[in-house]
């Protein structure tokens, strides 16, 4: 059974369609188009992601169209920036 969500700025668990599971808001997906930090870790892919997962395709085709190749390789990850710095300031 789904939880129902109160707040669309509160951070709640998502899965992504490779089965990585993170946290967000509802709003930071549906207003920020923010999904799976490990899908995006080193390249912006999100037709990819679209094609492998409906909710995503939702809001991602209805902006950019079918067969928009929108491929970014990151020269850095902002994932492994903000691990390390938690890590460092031994944060949780």
């Known amino acids: ?3 129902k969500v ?3 700025y509160e ?3 998502w899965q992504c369609a490779f089965g990585h599971q993170f946290k967000s808001s509802v709003n930071a997906v549906l207003h920020g188009g923010h999904w ?3 899908c995006l870790r080193y390249e ?3 037709d990819e ?3 492998n997962n409906p909710f995503y395709a939702q809001f991602w085709k209805a902006t950019h169209g079918e067969g928009d190749d929108y491929k970014i390789p990151m020269k850095f990850s902002a994932f492994d920036i903000m691990k ?3 890590n460092t ?3 949780k």
């Open 1 to 3: 059974m789904q939880k």
């Open 6 to 8: 109160k707040d669309i």
């Open 11 to 13: 951070p709640i668990t």
């Open 36 to 38: 799976c930090p490990e």
């Open 44 to 46: 912006w892919h999100y």
């Open 49 to 51: 992601i679209a094609n």
């Open 84 to 86: 390390d710095l938690k």
């Open 89 to 91: 300031l031994n944060m």
